[in-house]
């Protein structure tokens, strides 16, 4: 099939000519440049159109007689003449020039007087400006039929499309507007199904291909360590617990440093990364601003942590915010350590504070649990070697272990501008050897790491596993949580952060997906989930107790709810946040978000949920785990057919001559083969016809041609089945 628009422009024609052309042809529906013709018509065209439209011109030189010249000039002209007297002859295949095929048909319309207008000496100068470069000339081929399928990868706009299909963006924007009553841009993203809709109006199918995400540079990262390379690593630890119960302290007195008097107001700013050594062994710091900034980075796809130091003050014991980092922790699945800090005041009660991180399931190690509970103390020094010998143990169980003879690969902490360095950013090393030199590329930035300096600002050369860096050379800031790799070329860093930078941009024009209760389903499809992670907020600690207990209990084997976190009052930023970095659903019982957390749950695509009556709210939540059980396969047969006689084709097999007895078959089902009460094949149909014509359906009292797909071995006698499988939805009960 080609177009009349790709036809024309191959000719020289004007599309409306060309139409004019098909419909003295007797093609009735060729009205519109966008129609398509088939080879049959585009031949009977072409033969009417393009005959004598090429010829062979010939042109020989005629041999040149070396002319007569005084003696002075017999050596200039000796290589000329020599040159001139060869007999050359050039074939070329000239095509006629668009103006004067034009002319012909004018004159065929009795239009000649207009065509006259162009003055003799610019129709000679049009001819040779088209016939100048003869070879170059491309003879009149037959166009290249459209692909009848392509692929396109998601996310896509207009221009993405327009260049797929071979049609301008103005036309694919005008369809839109019209047929779709879309108003979009060249560089809009479509949804799939528009795209496919737009294929099918041009009579392409179109293919639909998820882009994985960085594919060119993954193929860097993923190499197979060997066994014999892997090497013990430093375990990396983040405080977390409430505000103002001393975890940036506690941190100070293990490193032996002053940093929480230069932070504003006692309150850590910003992130920062230590590595103290104890014992010949190394443990690395996180000192986080809070959960907060911690759940940020797990949003990033930055799960940076090995273990948590859960600091609670004696004093004061279980704070909201501890409970929500205890939540954060286990929603990031790492394991916990608990400091109980503050035991030198005289109002500590370290009973007080076990016993309610226990009824919060975490069982300290003298009650039969497994959390270690250290006791500490800034003040006296006490507990600190015991802090840092429990946070080996918990390593050495973790068997944490990294390669470091390969390129470096690791997680941006933080960045900043600095006046005189340029662009700093904090990296903590996680695989590899980072080294002075080394091109860097971080999310949508790359560079040549120019210095390092280590977490006490002393230059180095190279940076091993679970070694927290700063670095100059970026381009730009990096965000914090981007993953950083050393590759070798610098123009591929530049591409891919090139790259980077147009994939973001199109998810923000696109907008992120997260799980709600409306496509949970496509989610399961996909095998994405078997749980629902849910964030519960009510007005009352009995109805969290409650609503929590209930949805707990519609939980089976195969499918769960999960509660990430639960408490009293409104729904906040914090709960934003974590359940944009754990894909979870917020519902909340009679209270409703903050002005800020329902900007940021639209801006993230969190779903959340109101409800004031609590039924309402479990049956929403079993119907979408219900929709999450796999279905039951019941068989259900259709019809059956007796084969009476076989027909050997050559290059396709054996056809099967059929006389449905009974029910029907379909063209899309399911058969098998049956010999002797014996199952032989159980495959599908490749083709079904009534005589030479296809049919999807055949029944009872027909006769009709069956070719089993993948199988010739049938003989007269066989019975063939014809069955459907239903899918039949489960309920929890």
Known sequence: MVRINKLAKDLGFKNSFLIEKCQECGFVNIKHHANALTDEQVDMLRSKLVKGAEQDVSVKEKPVTPKVVKAGAEKKSKASVKAASKETEVTVRRRIPPWKQRAREELIKGRWKEVTKVSPQKRPKRFEKHTKVAPKVTSLVQPKEKEEKIIIELPASVKDVSAALGVKSGEIISKLLIGHNIFATINQSLDGEIIEMIGIEYGVEVELKQAKE????????????????????????????????????????????????????????????????????????????????????????????????????????????????????????????????????????????????????????????????????????????????????????????????????????????????????????????????????????????????????????????????????????????????????????????????????????????????????????????????????????????????????????????????????????????????????????????????????????????????????????????????????????LGSVEVRKIFKVSKVGNIAGCYVKSGKILRNSMVRLIRDSVVLYDGKIATLRIVKEDSKEVRAGYECGIKIAGFDDIKVGDVIESYEIKHVARTLN
Request: glycine share 8%; hydrophobic share 40%.
């Open 214 to 637: 960085d594919e060119e540079e993954f193929s860097l990262e993923e190499t197979v360590d060997k066994a014999e390379d892997l090497k013990a690593r430093a375990p990396i630890v983040t405080f977390l617990g409430h505000v103002d119960h001393g975890k940036t302290s506690l941190l100070d007195s293990i490193r032996k440093t002053d940093t929480a008097s230069l932070e504003s107001g006692g309150i850590t700013q910003h992130i920062g990364a230590y590595r103290v050594d104890t014992n010949g062994k190394s443990v690395v710091f996180l000192d986080t601003p809070g959960h907060e900034a911690f759940t940020a980075m797990r949003a990033r796809g930055a799960n940076v942590t090995d273990l948590v130091v859960l600091v609670v003050a004696a004093d004061d014991g279980v704070m909201p915010q501890t409970e929500e980092a205890i939540n954060h922790a286990r929603a990031a699945n790492v394991p916990i350590v608990v400091a109980i800090n503050k035991v030198d005041k005289p109002e500590a009660n370290v009973l007080k504070v076990k016993q309610q991180l226990a009824s919060l399931d975490l069982n300290p190690e003298d009650w039969g649990g497994k959390v270690q509970m250290i006791e500490t103390s800034v003040v006296t020094k006490k507990g600190l070697d015991a802090l840092l010998d429990g946070l080996l143990l918990e390593a050495e169980i973790l068997e944490l272990k990294a390669v470091s003879k390969k390129p470096a690969r690791g997680i941006v902490l933080e960045a900043h501008v600095h006046e005189g360095r340029g662009v700093i950013a904090n990296l903590l090393v996680r695989e590899g050897t980072l080294r002075q030199g080394d091109i860097v590329l971080c999310g949508q930035t790359y560079g040549r790491a120019r210095a390092l300096y280590n977490d006490r600002g002393k230059v180095i050369k190279e940076a091993v596993p679970s070694t927290p860096v700063a670095i100059s050379g970026l381009s730009t800031c990096p965000e914090a949580g981007d993953k950083f790799y050393v590759i070798k070329d610098i123009q591929k860093a530049r591409e891919i952060a090139s790259k980077r930078e147009r994939k973001i941009r199109e998810v923000t024009l696109s907008g992120q997906q997260h799980i709600t209760l409306e496509n949970l389903y496509k989610k399961i499809e996909e095998g994405h989930i078997k749980e629902i992670k849910i964030i519960l907020k009510a007005d009352f600690k009995g109805s969290v107790e409650v609503l929590k207990k209930s949805l707990e209990k519609i939980s089976n084997k195969e499918v769960r709810t999960r509660i990430l976190h639960s408490g009293v009052g409104g729904i906040t930023e914090t709960d934003i946040l974590l359940a944009d970095a754990s894909d979870a659903v917020v519902i909340g019982f009679h209270v409703v978000p903050e002005d800020k957390a329902k900007t940021l749950a639209e801006a993230c695509g969190v779903d959340v949920r109101l409800y004031k009556v609590i039924y309402d709210a479990i049956n929403d939540i079993k119907a979408a785990l219900e929709g999450m059980l796999t279905p039951d396969k019941v068989e259900h047969t």
